[in-house]
């Protein structure tokens, strides 16, 4: 027996459950910003590297071509939550960094303390390659990680049933 074909939704209902998860992640993020973390919450953030309006350093970007995970957890600093982005600064190597990330680019969002999560499915007009960035300058030697949950870079593969 043949499959049906696919039918076409005039109706956007995939991209509007998109937005409605993004703004699940936009509100728990905003409720950080203005509060903190507080009990056993802590995120996983996933997003695409190389999606329009992600800024983080060349190094990291080199590390991580096409996503990565972050960990908002015990050491995060400046966090600020846009209508359509966020920027937090992390560190790598024991050198605190600056990322912005669009909403547009998250991948998945993960808050094992509560055992909720999201998988966000991104749209392919969202995955255009950024703009490259202009040569970084050499880093200086860097100091070993302190071992915060904040300080590592969490493959997503960690997360992928096997």
Not at 117 to 137: F, H, I, S, V, Y
């Amino acid at each position: 027996m043949a499959t049906p074909p696919a039918v076409q939704s005039a109706i956007p209902y995939d991209e509007w459950l998109v937005d409605a998860f993004r703004s699940v992640l936009r509100r728990a993020l905003e409720q950080v910003e203005r509060e903190g973390l507080t009990g056993s919450h802590h995120f996983y953030i996933t997003f695409a590297t190389e999606a329009p309006g992600v800024i983080l350093h060349d190094s990291i970007r080199a590390q991580h071509p096409t996503e990565m995970t972050i960990v908002l957890q015990n050491q995060f600093h400046d966090l600020v939550v846009e209508p359509e982005a966020f920027s937090v600064a992390l560190r790598f190597n024991g050198i605190q960094r600056p990322l912005r990330i669009p909403f547009t680019a998250v991948m998945a969002f993960l808050d094992p303390g509560v055992n909720f999560g999201l998988q966000l499915k991104l749209p392919t007009r969202d995955l255009e390659p950024a703009p490259a960035a202009a040569p970084a300058k050499p880093e200086p030697a860097a100091e070993p990680a302190t071992g915060d949950a904040a300080d590592k870079v969490v493959s997503l593969e960690t997360f992928r049933r096997k």
